[in-house]
């Protein structure tokens, strides 16, 4: 859902491999990326702080987490007459565990600070199916 000019929000949420490409199955144990586009109302730009991106990452056939990590990159507070858009990236490093034709379900929550306010908002990725 798109930011009005005085909240912010996380758009979408993707699994994505190295090169940059949207993937919906993967190679048990191999890194890719979750990258999650946001948008920040003209508003909250003119006193941001930071954005944090909190990422969990569970094995929904086995019912196992198997990642959890957060982001926070800093933004720089502007004035603008239109909305900031951007994306935030985390690397899920190699070696996670899971078995061939387990489902992954990837969430996330969004966090941006702003002043002595936060504005949180969540997203969840198409499912992820594990191969060997």
């Known amino acids: 859902m798109a930011s009005g000019q005085n909240d912010a929000s996380v758009l979408l949420i993707r699994a994505e491999d190295a090169a940059g490409f949207a993937i919906s199955s993967i190679k048990v144990g191999d890194p890719f990326n979750v990258v999650a586009d946001y948008q920040v109302g003209s508003n909250v730009m003119q006193v941001v702080k930071d954005v944090t991106l909190m990422v ?3 094995n ?13 990159d800093p933004l720089t507070a502007v004035q603008k007459l239109t909305p900031y858009k951007s994306t935030i990236t ?4 190699a070696n996670w565990m899971a078995d061939e034709g387990d489902i992954l ?4 929550t969004f966090k941006v600070v702003a002043g002595v306010l936060s504005d949180f908002s969540t997203a969840v990725a198409a499912p992820v199916v594990v191969e060997t």
Request: no cysteine.
């Open 60 to 72: 929904i056939t086995q019912l196992k987490a198997v990642f959890k990590k957060d982001k926070t």
């Open 105 to 108: 379900d990837i969430k996330a």
């Open 90 to 93: 985390l690397a899920v490093p």
């Open 56 to 58: 969990s990452i569970n």
